[in-house]
């Protein structure tokens, strides 16, 4: 399933190797003061013929440059990657003549930075000093390691007066997650010196569809990048946090078409596997033998519902150190067996081939 952008980076390769793969030299001159024939001259076409120069190239050279700058102490930056575009990017585009209304050349920009740091490997976002706008929305506890978050910005008070009640870490994502604000907010985590090699457990308020799941997947692979590899995730947003009625009224039709089958198609498969009690309110079989998929909003279930289930599942991993948690998890396991044998006893017919 292709849930997110993601590519194996290329870590085999020396830094001058990677460089090199990426396009990026060392240029003695200012790029963002040249002239449109230097641009032209330097930065040729690329694979599209839509532009006469390589604008990937040249976005990924103007990053370097800075980074290179700063890292010689004759520059410090000390802004968000939007001020970046606007002051340094645009204007070169624009000089150039190759500054595009159709295209969001800032996500471009964003997308070929966010390859620099997790494909290529050659900078983190730190080096550069890139300001993260939403900072605010992301704090780390002394239990460090339990980590309740969100998908939507608007759950950020709640996160938030859970983080002063138990003290552990939040962040609200925002929607797609910024690896910028991953960087960070791992940063912050190490400060505490805790081990990144231990248990991570992680709460998951995002939406009840694919494209919520994809945004947790996402952000569980950033956190992998940064060296938090053991994860364990419980999803809060689930059907079985709801009755049958309040599923009714809540649940929405998820979008359906020929280029949704197989990003639905995997999701259902992935949820089919948690043997949520309540799935079956959220899968219809039509006249044509086709399944219409039902979703839930994260807003669905009050915080008070939240607060509850968080009391039940977070509290038991609260300041336990690894074998305490290990015997923990084995119970939790256990009890998770028990349950799904009873759910194949008691419900046969719940399969959506």
């Known amino acids: 399933m292709k849930k997110y952008r993601r590519r194996t980076p290329i870590i085999s390769f020396s830094l001058r190797d990677r460089l090199k793969k990426a396009g990026i030299r060392h240029y003695s001159k200012l790029i963002h ?14 694979r599209t013929k839509k532009y006469p120069i390589n604008i990937a190239g040249l976005m990924r050279n103007l990053v370097w440059q ?37 295209t969001d050349q800032y996500k471009q920009l964003v997308s070929n930075v966010v390859d620099m740091v997790k494909y290529w490997k050659v900078m983190e976002y730190k080096d550069i000093g890139f300001r993260d706008e939403n900072q605010a929305h992301r704090k780390v506890g002394v239990h460090a390691n339990i980590i309740p978050f969100s998908e939507k910005i608007g759950h950020h008070e709640f996160l938030r007066e859970i983080q002063e009640q138990y003290n552990v870490s939040i962040i609200a994502l925002g929607g797609q997650p910024s690896v910028m604000n991953v960087e960070y907010f791992v940063d912050n985590i190490k400060k505490t010196h805790i081990n990144l090699k231990r248990s991570f457990y992680l709460f998951s308020i995002v939406d009840y569809d694919p494209s919520g799941w994809i945004i ?73 033998g086709k399944l219409k998929l039902y979703g839930l909003e994260a807003e669905a279930i009050s915080t008070k519902r939240l607060r509850e289930k968080l009391e039940k599942v977070m509290k038991p991993v609260i300041g336990g150190d690894e074998r305490e948690l290990k015997i923990y998890e084995m119970k939790d396991l256990d009890q998770a067996i028990g349950e799904l044998i009873l759910f194949k006893v008691t419900h046969p017919e719940e399969t959506y081939a």
Do not use: C
């Not at 939007?82 to 159709?102: D, H, I, N, Q, S």
């Not at 364990?232 to 009224?249: F, G, K, S």
């Open 66 to 102: 800075m980074k290179e700058r700063v890292d010689s102490g004759e520059k410090e930056f000390k802004e968000m990657i939007r001020t970046y575009w606007y002051m340094y990017v645009k204007p070169t585009l624009a000089r150039t003549g190759v500054l595009a209304e159709e």
């Open 33 to 46: 003061d040249q002239k449109k024939d230097w641009i032209l001259k330097n930065f040729k076409r690329g």
């Open 216 to 288: 947790r997947d996402a952000f569980l692979n950033d956190l992998r990048h940064y060296g938090i590899k053991q994860t364990r995730v419980y999803d809060l947003i689930n059907p079985d946090m709801l009755t049958r009625e309040e599923i009714m009224m809540a649940r929405y039709p998820i979008k359906a078409g020929a280029d949704m089958e197989d990003k639905n198609s995997d999701w259902l498969r992935e949820v089919l596997a948690k043997h949520y009690k309540n799935q079956k309110y959220l899968v219809e079989k039509q006249q044509d």
